[in-house]
């Protein structure tokens, strides 16, 4: 008589396992770890140790409360990430190949500027198909979105990501253009061009230093070896935009923070700084729910004709 195979006790609880490993990774502490998954702190201690006993192998480097992977750890964690994100929203999953893409959640990282003037269509648009599925967008620029990426406290970002990395994937999407801005009536005002020389003599109103648009303005001056100065540092393409209306200094922006509205000047740049693209950033190996690559699919369709004109200009 034939008797039924019986699933070995490690195997039953890999997942349990494998997700308070992922958890911990993520959470940099096992004490947070155990938190998030309303657990005792030595109960997912010993789910890692058996993971480790399992594969014979050390995951973290136990040097004081934070985490530090090993390299074995860290390969462990690649593979082991988007399958328990995979298990975890199965039921999404299932449900949206059936065409039921009901409810959910969707996680953007993306900087103040990006959000009002290039997710503001597509935001709309889905809630209005999808009412049931809840929009989180994190206002946060540069490094804090990688953060959020290499947290998964967001699914994807969307903006420009200037540096290949080896941890994320960057997909472009729309394409704009490099733009001084000065109040109306200012001496440059009335050009069609002008050269960086010229704009040297003018106070600039610039990003803080750690942020991408200011590392391109000091790389540009300093290619051409001229001095320039910085008048105000402001986050945020609209305090920024305020501040040159009201004639405290001029600015180099990406024009897309202009909605044509502003009481501004333009002049383009394009001879000294490059096209920005913008785009969808997503660490390598993270599992994207349906409801995600729907909204993705949904953005890159509406921002198509958009890059189109921009092209056109």
Known sequence: MATRATVPYYKQN???????????????????????????????????QALEREFGITLYERRGPMIKLTPEGELLFQL?????????????????????????EVNIAAGESTILNILSGPVKQFAERYPGIRIKLHNVTGRDGLVM??????????????????????RPVVTYHPTLITPLGH?????????????????LILPPAHLSTWQLVDGAFRQHNLSYNIALEAGGWEVIKRFV?????????????????????????????PNRSYGVVQRKGKFLSPQSQR??????????????EQIRK
């Open 149 to 170: 990426l290499r947290n998964d406290q967001a699914d994807f970002a969307v903006g420009p990501l200037l540096q290949p990395t080896q941890e994320f994937v960057y």
């Open 245 to 273: 209306e009201l004639g405290l200094g001029i600015s180099i922006v990406t024009d897309v923070c202009l909605t044509g509205d502003e009481r501004l000047a333009r002049i383009p740049l394009n001879e000294y700084f």
């Open 187 to 203: 001496p440059l005002a009335d050009k069609q061009t002008v050269t960086l020389e010229e704009i040297s003599a003018y106070p």
């Open 295 to 308: 909204f993705i699919e949904l953005m890159e369709s509406m921002l198509a004709g958009q890059n189109d």
């Open 80 to 104: 082991a990430q988007p399958l328990v994100e995979g298990i975890d929203k199965l039921h999404e999953t299932f449900a949206a190949h059936y065409g039921r893409l009901e409810t959910g």
């Open 14 to 48: 890999r997942l349990k396992q494998l997700r308070a490993f992922c958890s911990s990774v993520r959470a940099g502490s096992i004490t947070e770890a155990a938190e998030a998954l309303f657990l005792s702190q030595p109960s997912v201690s010993l789910q890692i």
